[in-house]
């Protein structure tokens, strides 16, 4: 079966005629080539593939492309600005060694941001709570949360 449906994915309108089995996931990134976010694991373990869902980070992987429609999408292509400045927490995880291979970092990102849009001056407990969903292989973590620390201290916003 395949339905139309329309949202808004980084602050622009889209219609687009899915077919029911299809991910968020397959839809981002195969359809509409946005290949920030990641398929690790496939099955919601790894966070490569969080996206923001009306303000919820969300694995793309296990939301089925259908039930976007009428909702607000944020991926990691749509943090940077217009002129190419990364977002505070982009840059931060840059900043402060957060990205090692790159793979998990979108996801880190998203999760991160998530957190951030909700409670501004989050604690290390919240930080870890709020990632504990997304799996990195390389950093062992610290950098990562010194990054999301660093990014609160800009507010986390783009100007």
């Known amino acids: ?6 949202f808004i994915l980084n602050g622009d309108k889209i219609s687009y005629d899915v077919k029911s089995h ?18 690790g694991c496939g099955n919601g373990e790894c966070g490569a593939c969080t996206v923001i869902i009306d303000e919820l980070a969300v694995n793309s992987c296990l939301y089925l492309a259908i039930e976007a429609d009428g909702k607000t999408i944020e991926t990691i292509e749509g943090l940077a600005s217009a002129d190419g400045t990364l977002h505070p927490l982009q840059q931060s995880f840059v900043d402060n060694g957060g990205i090692q291979c790159g793979f998990c970092t979108p996801g880190m990102i998203m999760s991160s941001k998530a957190l951030l849009d909700a409670t501004p001056k989050a604690d290390r407990e919240e930080i870890k709570h709020a990632l504990a969903g997304n799996i990195c292989r390389c950093t062992g973590y610290i950098q990562i949360f010194e990054s999301v ?4 201290e800009t507010g986390g916003q783009n100007e």
């Open 22 to 39: 299809w991910t968020l996931l397959y839809l981002l990134r195969e359809k509409l080539g946005l290949k920030g976010t990641k398929e």
């Open 149 to 152: 620390e660093a990014a609160e």
């Open 1 to 6: 079966m395949i339905t139309n449906i329309s």
